[in-house]
């Protein structure tokens, strides 16, 4: 009865804000099927962007479900629950069909096992209940298979390259190594706001161009994203060191 009570309470307005941000979070399936429709016809540029415009609301949804208090507004509606379903689509499903049609990974039955490991492996961090640290650092590899493959897409690895990469990125899958969430972990928050900014400013000049690339555009991406592994391994071996 009392929660009753207290969902009652809030106010018309507070209840629209809610709703709202679920409706921002739920624009990520539309930019999801955007994207698939895309890959489809094989405008990879334009599918690239709409899986830019999914990642853009992953990374502010969170914060406003915060800020609105979704979560008690609306109980009875699993915003953690929404979040995953659209980060594995965007993070990991149709950047695994992607990598099978397009990524040179051999013949097409180890591209299909490649495929499978991708979407299976991601399962370990989807359900996992420990995905987060007490700092609010990401344990093990987040399944962000969109940000592999597109790597994989403008470095155009041969076949073993990728296999290996892939395989390697799944193991950490389920390490106890740290990744950084540059939006909600506290330490270098700045630093890692602006890293993430000038590595989606890369991105989107590397992917409109490509193959062809300034000197410049290519050093800043690489700096960028090797900040934000480098923040992930510090983090991994500061904690093993305050608990030895």
């Given at each position: ?144 298979w969109n940000i592999v493959i597109l790597y994989l897409y403008l470095l155009q690895f041969p ?17 106890p190594i740290t990744f950084v969430h540059p939006f909600r972990v506290a330490h270098l928050q ?11 400013l890369c991105v989107a000049y590397l992917t409109y161009f490509y193959p062809s690339a300034p ?30």
């Amino acid at each position: 009865m009392p929660e009753k009570t207290s969902v009652s309470s809030y106010t018309l307005q507070q209840k629209i804000a809610a709703w709202s941000v679920h409706a921002f979070t739920i624009s990520g399936v539309v930019w999801a099927c955007l994207a698939m429709l895309s890959m489809a016809y094989g405008r990879y540029i334009e599918m690239w962007g709409w899986l830019a415009l999914s990642l853009i609301v992953d990374a502010l949804d969170g914060t406003l479900a915060r800020r609105y208090k979704v979560s008690q507004v609306v109980p009875w509606f699993d915003g953690v629950a929404l979040d995953l379903i659209v980060d594995y689509l965007t993070w990991t499903f149709i950047p695994a069909i992607f990598m099978y049609r397009v990524i040179d990974l051999g013949p097409k039955p180890v591209a299909m096992i490649m495929m499978i490991i991708v979407c299976s492996s991601s399962m370990f961090c989807y359900c996992n209940k420990a995905m987060k640290s007490h700092d609010n650092y990401f344990v093990g590899f987040p399944a962000a298979w969109n940000i592999v493959i597109l790597y994989l897409y403008l470095l155009q690895f041969p076949a073993w390259g990728s296999i290996t990469t892939i395989l390697v990125m799944t193991v950490l899958t389920v390490l106890p190594i740290t990744f950084v969430h540059p939006f909600r972990v506290a330490h270098l928050q700045i630093p890692n706001i602006l890293a993430t900014v000038v590595w989606l400013l890369c991105v989107a000049y590397l992917t409109y161009f490509y193959p062809s690339a300034p000197m410049i555009v290519e050093i800043a991406w690489w700096a960028s994203g090797i900040w934000f592994i480098g923040v992930g391994i510090w983090r991994t071996f500061r904690q093993k060191t305050t608990h030895h």
